[in-house]
């Protein structure tokens, strides 16, 4: 069964600075996809960035960056020039293609300090 | 800008009442979700579809939960009866296989 791990229930930045996020997973699949969703106050569920397993370059959207550890099973999101709207639940997610189960991590709650 | 919509976003409802929430999956994605989130348990999926078969529900509570989907624009999620237990945010969402799953903005149920 997969697992998703995250070992920060909170974390702060100052804004304009950069905060990593951590993730870890244990999947026995060799096709699966990464991905780190955002959940402001509103409750929307909104998808970050998304990463290929087989793929080896990090995926990028803008100042989200992630750091894909294939080996480690490492899959860190990284947010430079953090700005005020980026406060919100960080959920990490695991799909396993075979099952096509998304698997969550408990989230991380992230606070922009002005 | 295609999106996961679902109704209603509230309802506030008595114990033993039926509720049905409603899904429309993004046009062409071929894969639909129900999951339900909660402080205790956090994101929990219930059921999911391909092609609108039902491909797993073993995350449902069988007895009282039933989710279907009669076409490929809508899919649903009853209760009945319902349990201050249910009392959660219900998301829907949608993908194509193997891909990103795109959410609904919840269907928050309170059961008094």
């Known amino acids: 069964a997969q697992t998703v791990t995250q070992s920060q229930p909170e974390m702060s930045v100052q804004e304009a600075e950069t905060v990593t996020l951590s993730c870890t997973y244990d999947?026995?699949?060799?096709?699966?996809?990464l991905f780190w969703y955002k959940q402001p106050p509103s409750r929307q569920m909104i998808l970050v960035i998304r990463q290929e397993a087989y793929k080896q370059q990090n995926a990028t959207e803008n100042r989200f960056s992630v750091n894909f550890q294939k080996a480690a099973k490492s899959f860190s999101l990284k947010i430079s020039d953090s700005q005020l709207g980026d406060a919100a639940m960080y959920f990490c997610?695991?799909?396993?293609?075979?099952?096509?189960?998304?698997?969550f991590g408990q989230g991380t709650r992230l606070t922009i300090n002005p | 800008d295609a999106r996961v919509t679902q109704t209603p976003r509230h309802k506030v409802t008595e114990m033993g009442q039926e509720v049905t929430m409603r899904c429309q999956p993004i046009l062409g994605h071929n894969t639909v979700f129900w999951y339900r989130q909660t402080m205790m348990q956090g994101l929990e999926l219930l059921a999911y579809?391909?092609?609108?078969?039902?491909?797993?529900d073993s995350g449902m509570p069988k007895d009282r939960f039933s989710a279907e989907m009669p076409d490929a624009t809508l899919a649903t999620l009853k209760i009945q009866p319902s349990e201050p237990r249910d009392s959660a945010v219900y998301f829907c969402?949608?993908?194509?296989?193997?891909?990103?799953?795109?959410f609904g903005p919840g269907t928050r149920l309170t059961v008094l």
């Open positions: 997610a695991c799909l396993d293609e075979g099952a096509q189960k998304l698997v």
């Open positions: 579809f391909r092609n609108r078969a039902p491909l797993d």
């Open positions: 969402a949608s993908g194509l296989a193997g891909r990103a799953q795109y």
């Open positions: 999947t026995s699949e060799s096709d699966y996809y």
